[in-house]
Structures are given as C-alpha cells and as structure tokens.
C-alpha cells in the first residue's frame, strides 16, 4: 500500500478522536472546577461559623459576630449565605436561639454557628442538582 493511499485515509481520523475525546475532556474538566468551587465555599463557611462563635462565646453581640462572619465569607455577599446562632445549655443539647453565654457560664454551655452559603453551578447539567453547603461550629461559653 502507497504511502499516499495511507494518508487519504487516515486523514479525518484525528478529527473522529478529537471529536470523541473533546466532550469528555470538558465534562471532567467543569466536574474539577465545580468540585474545587464547592470545596473552597464550603471551607469558607467552616472558617466564618468558627469565628463567629468564637465572637458569641467570648460575649459579643450577635451584630459584632454577624460582621466577623461576613467578613470571613471573602467575596461572597451577605445575602448568598444564612448564618444562625444557638446558645446550647446542657448535656441533652437544649437550645436558646440568639441566647446569650451566662454570666458564669456551666461547662456544658456552648454557642453553636451554622453557616449556610448558597451554591450554584457554573455548568450545570441536566439532572445534576446543586449540593447543599452546610457548615456548623460550636465553643464553650468564656473561651
């Protein structure tokens, strides 16, 4: 067989790998970066529930630690994200919302941050839904 014959027709075959590979390509390249969006949200909201109850059990305000946890979801604004304070009282996990640590606070008091920021796709695909970010965080009244 010439060498010219070959060529002909192995011409469109690059095109037919490409036009193959290309889709798949792209599907694990957007699952890569969605992963690393979600990952890198989620690991904000840890951080932002951290601090904001380090803020409610050191005895600050609910406003005071509402802007530490603003200021710790960097870019995101205040209104793609939930934030809710808890003050829990005993072993058995009773909650007070937006309660305030006691004055001499027991050892099983303790204030617990949720933090829920709102995530959405870049690509979505059909079928696919968004996952739910969640994060919570509790300290013990008086550091």
Same mark, same amino acid.
């Given at each position: 067989?010439?060498?010219?014959?070959?060529?002909?027709?192995?011409?469109?075959?690059?095109a037919v790998?490409?036009?193959i590979?290309?889709?798949?390509?792209?599907?694990?390249?957007?699952?890569?970066?969605?992963f690393g969006?979600?990952?890198?949200?989620?690991?904000?909201?840890?951080n932002?529930a951290?601090?904001?109850a380090?803020?409610?059990a050191?005895?600050?305000t !609910?406003?005071?630690? #509402? &802007?530490r946890?603003?200021?710790?979801?960097?870019?995101?604004? /205040?209104?793609? %994200?939930?934030?809710q304070?808890?003050?829990?009282q005993?072993?058995?996990?009773?909650t007070?919302v937006?309660g305030n640590?006691?004055? !001499?606070p027991l050892? #099983? &008091?303790r204030?617990?941050?949720?933090?829920s920021?709102?995530? /959405?796709?870049i %690509?979505?695909?059909?079928?696919v839904?968004a996952p739910?970010?969640?994060?919570?965080?509790?300290?013990?009244c008086?550091?």
């Open positions: 067989m010439s060498t010219i014959t070959r060529r002909r027709r192995e011409r469109g075959a690059a790998e490409m036009a590979v290309l889709p798949l390509l792209l599907l694990v390249l957007g699952g890569v970066i969605e969006r979600a990952l890198f949200i989620q690991n904000m909201a840890t932002a951290r601090e904001g380090r803020m409610r050191l005895g600050y !609910t406003t005071e630690a #509402t &802007d946890v603003n200021s710790a979801m960097i870019g995101m604004a /205040a209104t793609s %994200f939930t934030i304070y808890h003050l829990v005993d072993a058995a996990g009773t007070t937006n640590c006691p004055t !001499t050892i #099983t &008091d204030q617990r941050v949720t933090v920021p709102s995530f /959405a796709f %690509f979505p695909l059909p079928g839904t739910t970010l969640t994060s919570q965080s509790e300290m013990r008086g550091g």
